[in-house]
């Protein structure tokens, strides 16, 4: 039969079909070139031989195709068939799966594709030549960007010689396992993957599970998590130590002895790991008795001692309390008597004596400082009471710490001039104005700073005196005030922070003071959550440090200061005082009448009320808390629901900082406690009657209310 001359046509088809198949022969050749080698041929080179050197078989598999798109020459050694066997018949796998394995074979290879395989598998092969091996599979995934399965790269590794190893372990496990089950120990044997190869009736007794679903399970599948971490962290020690392992533990209400060593095979391999334990809670419990008697016959002897010991103690801190509450209240009734001396004194000389302007002035400026000293004095007694009681208030709010440092630094840089002490007085902040605002207790803080900084002042004659602070690396606020003053010994420093004390009753006559500003700097620094110590040395000076935590705080604007003046002009202001005493209103009158303010009174809460809702003229209200029939409190709430704008400044002779936060609460825009210092006053009503309140909420001028600490 003569074969026919294809056609023109047929020839253009054929050799159209051609160009395709070549066309689709190059895009697979790059695909395979970019799927697996860069164009490098360095790592070409590098690729080939690292897949060529290892004894295990490195293939990628072409998804949904099924081609292999490269698998290495290791296959005609684990398998028996060359590599273009594989490409050239991908299902060629099929014949090396061993018949009783082929249905999980392909289950595991479903389950890959839907992302449900173990990582691992192992399986039964038979080579080309008929031998039949043991082989791991590691397979990977390969997944487009749209989630679709586009190839699969795996490892296959022949694992023949360890399953014959955990067999033979295991038939010969069999032998042993009539011996190890009549004995109370608890035994077992594991491979060095943690599985359970054997155990005995003791083991699976010990764990509540049957011997048969312990077995190929590991430590995880038994125990806690917890439990189960640690005796594989115990195995792997064996492993890579190959030394035996002794222990003693606690397993709930059980104590057991367990000795645990490694497996090695003929070429001293390790291959698994064989332990037994022994419950020995009767010997511990036997142990534990005798030892409770001892320490029972040692506990009595040290009652004994310490009964002896606290008795004399006891007896001590009793004589040594009553010196030391003996020379406070010795040292109290000086410090009173002292200040109110002086107050008595040149009160009775200003009123008995005809003096000159300058005398007189000289005698009032004595009696203000002493008031101040006996106020301060009175205020050190209530802290250091509720410090001792656990009743200290904590507010915390939002301030400028650099601004905080600037006033205190201005005050005592007054006191020195005042002293004529030749001392620099210097202060260094740790953060810009922008960032220097701060949360927590202003007043404590100012509170500790001052005590600190008197105390500096107090035991310096000449030198320097600086304070500021730092943000540490523990993120604390670290305060300081440093001095060159006469210091302290190391003794002294141990106590200087107990009340009462002081490091020296010399000091005491030459210095003066409570002994109480260091103790109460000590318990608000607890009470704020930061702590407080000092360094020094005898007559080179001391260095006080105290921290709180770092809390920062919003930014605060000061840009609208004002610059006062020594006198006032309020010609044309209205200003309601809302006071029932005479005294206090007189004093408040006579203090506002040179600045030609009109002066209005109200002796009630309701008068005060009327007074506003009638005069329409009342620029600011100086509100006083405790009066009758409506106190300060419930008079500024209805004020501030008929006219918010209007300024309200408390003033009052509740002086805590709980009052203040109770003032600014109930709707006062500033607080003023009593006594009341003038030059503050005058500044506070300047500065509202100045900047109306509306103004000062526009620009954001207001008094941050505070948060009480539980």
């Not at 009681?389 to 904590?394: D, E, F, K, L, R």
Request: proline share 3%; charged share 30%.
């Amino acid at each position: 039969m003569t074969s026919k001359t294809p056609s023109y046509e047929q020839l253009l088809a054929l050799n159209q079909q051609y160009k395709e198949q070549v066309l689709k022969l190059k895009e697979e050749v790059n695909l395979l070139r970019k799927s697996f080698l860069p164009e490098e041929s360095y790592y070409k080179d590098r690729f080939y031989r690292i897949t060529e050197n290892v004894n295990d078989v490195v293939y990628r598999l072409a998804l949904p195709e099924f081609r292999y798109e490269y698998i290495s020459p290791q296959s005609r050694e684990l398998f028996g068939y060359e590599p273009e066997d594989f490409y050239k018949s991908p299902l060629l796998i099929r014949r090396l799966i061993h018949p009783s394995y082929f249905r999980d074979f392909l289950a595991h290879w479903r389950g890959l594709l839907k992302g449900e395989a173990p990582e691992y598998y192992e399986i039964k092969i038979i080579k080309k030549n008929g031998e039949v091996r043991w082989m791991q599979q590691k397979n990977l995934v390969i997944r487009n960007k749209k989630g679709q399965a586009v190839a699969i790269e795996g490892i296959v590794t022949d694992i023949t010689n360890r399953k014959l190893t955990e067999e033979a372990l295991i038939n010969s496990e069999a032998q042993k396992n009539a011996i190890l089950n009549n004995l109370p120990h608890l035994a077992w044997l594991k491979d060095c993957d943690g599985k359970y190869l054997s155990v005995n009736e003791s083991f699976s007794q010990s764990v509540g599970k049957s011997v048969e679903e312990i077995i190929g399970k590991t430590d995880y599948d038994i125990y806690p998590g917890e439990i189960a971490q640690r005796y594989r962290d115990e195995d792997l020690q064996i492993i890579l130590t190959r030394k035996q392992f002794f222990l003693e533990e606690q397993q709930h209400d059980k104590w057991f002895e367990s000795f645990r060593a490694p497996i090695f095979d003929t070429s001293g391999e390790v291959i698994g790991i064989t332990g037994i334990s022994l419950e020995i809670s009767t010997r511990k419990q036997n142990e534990e008795e005798v030892r409770n008697y001892g320490e029972k016959l040692a506990i009595q002897n040290v009652k004994l001692k310490l009964i002896n010991d606290e008795l004399k103690s006891a007896k001590e801190k009793a004589e040594e309390s009553d010196k030391l509450k003996s020379a406070f209240l010795a040292n109290m009734s000086h410090e009173i008597r002292t200040p109110m001396n002086a107050i008595l004194g040149f009160a009775t000389l200003i009123r008995n004596r005809v003096l000159t302007e300058m005398k007189r002035k000289q005698y009032i400026d004595l009696i203000n400082s002493n008031c101040r000293q006996l106020l301060h004095i009175i205020t050190d007694i209530i802290d250091i009471s509720k410090i001792e009681a656990g009743q200290i208030s904590v507010y915390d709010k939002n301030f400028n710490l650099n601004k905080v440092l600037n006033e205190l630094y201005l005050s005592y840089s007054n006191q020195i001039e005042v002293l004529n002490k030749k001392i620099r007085l210097q202060y260094t902040p740790g953060l810009s104005n922008e960032d220097s605002s701060l949360f927590t207790d202003k007043v404590r803080l100012e509170q500790i700073l001052s005590n600190l900084l008197s105390n500096a002042l107090k035991f310096t004659e000449t030198g320097t005196i600086e304070f500021g602070y730092f943000v540490d690396r523990r993120r604390d606020i670290r305060f300081f005030v440093r001095d060159t003053g006469i210091g302290m010994s190391d003794e002294e420093q141990k106590v200087i922070f107990d009340r009462f004390r002081q490091v020296s009753t010399s000091y005491n006559k030459l210095y003066g003071g409570t002994g109480l500003g260091l103790s109460i700097c000590k318990g608000l620094t607890e009470r704020l959550g930061g702590k407080i110590w000092v360094e020094s040395e005898y007559e080179k000076g001391s260095s006080f440090y105290f921290t709180i935590p770092y809390k920062p705080g919003i930014q605060i604007d000061y840009r609208e200061e004002i610059d006062y003046d020594l006198e006032y002009n309020w010609k044309g202001k209205t200003i309601l005082i809302a006071e029932d005493e005479d005294v206090n209103y007189n004093l408040l009158e006579t203090v506002l009448s040179p600045t030609q303010a009109r002066i209005i009174r109200a002796k009630t809460g309701i008068e005060a009320i009327e007074r506003v809702e009638d005069d329409e003229q009342i620029n600011l209200v100086l509100m006083d808390i405790k009066m009758p029939d409506m106190n300060g409190f419930e008079a500024t709430r209805r004020i501030k629901d008929r006219k918010m704008d209007l300024p309200i400044i408390a003033q009052t002779a509740y002086a805590m900082s709980t009052d203040e936060e109770n003032c600014i609460r109930s709707g006062c825009d500033d607080y003023l406690p009593k006594p009341l210092r003038i030059d503050t006053l005058l500044k506070k009503v300047d500065q509202y009657l100045r900047i109306p309140l509306k103004t000062k909420k526009e620009k954001g001028i207001k008094i941050e209310t505070g948060i009480e600490r539980s």
